[in-house]
């Protein structure tokens, strides 16, 4: 498994992420995404409303390169910041069942390399959190 229990808790506790893609220029696009972890293929599984006419349908289409991030600050008082980056490949998938609104289409990101910071150290000093950074296969 490439994701820690405590990942997978984070994940189940989120359902909006951010997704970067790279435009057929080279430019980055970076866009707010609805999201759900596939246990079955270990992969994070993004939908959303006409999602195959999308640019950053389009952009995985093109090239598959992606980077994902969730993070929240489940307090202030001590300052707590919590953050999961995932980068890897990814597919644009159409064809799946569509599911009322949405068009039946799924970006399915593969992690490659996991970057988590704050999740598994719950208790640890704001300031003395360190990184769990790690590729995956």
Partial sequence: MSFTTAELE???EHDL???ATVQPDGTLQASPVGYQFNAEHGSIDVRGFNLAKSRKFRNIAANGR???VVDDRPSLDP?????LEIRGRAEAITGIDPDGHLDGSVIRIH???IISFGIDEPDTEPHQLTAY???VT
């Fill in 79 to 83: 300052p707590r910041v919590r953050c």
């Fill in 111 to 113: 992690p490659e390399r």
């Fill in 10 to 12: 984070f994940l189940a």
């Fill in 133 to 135: 950074n790690r590729n």
């Fill in 17 to 19: 992420g951010r997704m």
């Fill in 66 to 68: 992606v980077a994902f």
